[in-house]
């Protein structure tokens, strides 16, 4: 055989090569390489979007597109936010009543309906702590209404809350109710942790506060309230009811705080009813009390109980909604009066004595 003779079996070989050739660089060949590597990039599509799915239901979305986008700093940031917390009212007792397995199905449910305000006004949910929520606006992503977008998400989160607990009652669960307490501050926004373990979190105390004014919600009966910070970032959305001045537990100044009826404007009427049956505390009427009698006995004041002045006179004043007044007499001391319905309870005050009632 020469030196350029070729087999039979390599000649065929060969003519399959070049019709392979021809093949591969027609418009049909060229198709099906299109076909497979757009499957082998969708399959990669598929495979990120799950990842990214799975990846998000255990951090913010926000933070994870940080993290893709390669602009997540180490560090923190310092920013003025919105923040709230939520509660279960009387969690414990629903607890109790529960098997652990449906009361995590119950809790996954209902955080499903009061959640889904916080996505809508583009906040973010910091954190769950049992029963209860952390929620942030203006943080990860500042925006300048994170106050007004927090308030009008908290009346959609109570609204979703009532809804939750009737459809729960209808089914012989027990009913639900939260409280929410909300404040506007500055923050440091960043990633806070070990080498190990970090969170991208919030350090602020303006927190603190919104966790301290959510613990008055059992106290004085109502489901929103708002530091004065708050208040006066998104007064254009909202109707609030009379304010209370109160010294948050842990703080030494007193913080003002706002109980929310609604958006501005458009309070249901079962809510303005609410709000004017609502009833005060002893102990915050007997601190009110107290405040007016020191001021009324300063000299020199048009309370002052000299016989020159017209404070030998008590002084009806109203604190609240409803019926709830206090009567201010600088010369014997402070006498609070609350009208339930019929009978009336009164108060001695100052004195250390408890509650008597007539």
Known sequence: MGLHQMSAPAVAHEARASR???WLFSPLGLFRRQTVAFNEMAGSSREQERSRVAIEKYMSPKVYQLIQNGQLKLGGESREITVFKTDIRDFTGISERMEPQRLVAFLNRYFERVV???????????????D????????????PDHARRAVLAMIEMIEACEEFSQEAEAEGLPPIRMGIGANSGPAVVGNIGSPARMEYTIISSAVNTAQRIEELCKEFGW??????????????????????DIQLRGHSATTTVYPVLGRAGQVPIHRLRAYGALRLPAWYLRRVAER????????????????Q????????VTVGPGPTKILVAPTTGSLLKRDRSASWMTYRLGRGKSPARS
């Open 223 to 244: 489901d929103i309230l708002i530091s004065r910070e708050t208040y006066e970032r998104a007064k254009d959305v909202v109707e609030v009811g009379t304010p209370w």
């Open 132 to 143: 209860a929520i952390l929620a942030k606006f203006g943080a990860t992503e500042w925006y």
């Open 20 to 22: 392979f050739g021809q």
């Open 292 to 307: 007016a009698t020191q001021v009324a006995a300063i000299p020199g004041t048009r309370a002052d109980a000299s016989p």
């Open 309 to 316: 002045s017209e404070s030998r006179v008590p002084k009806l």
């Open 116 to 130: 889904a305000p916080v996505a809508k006004y583009d906040g973010e949910v910091d954190k769950y702590m049992g």
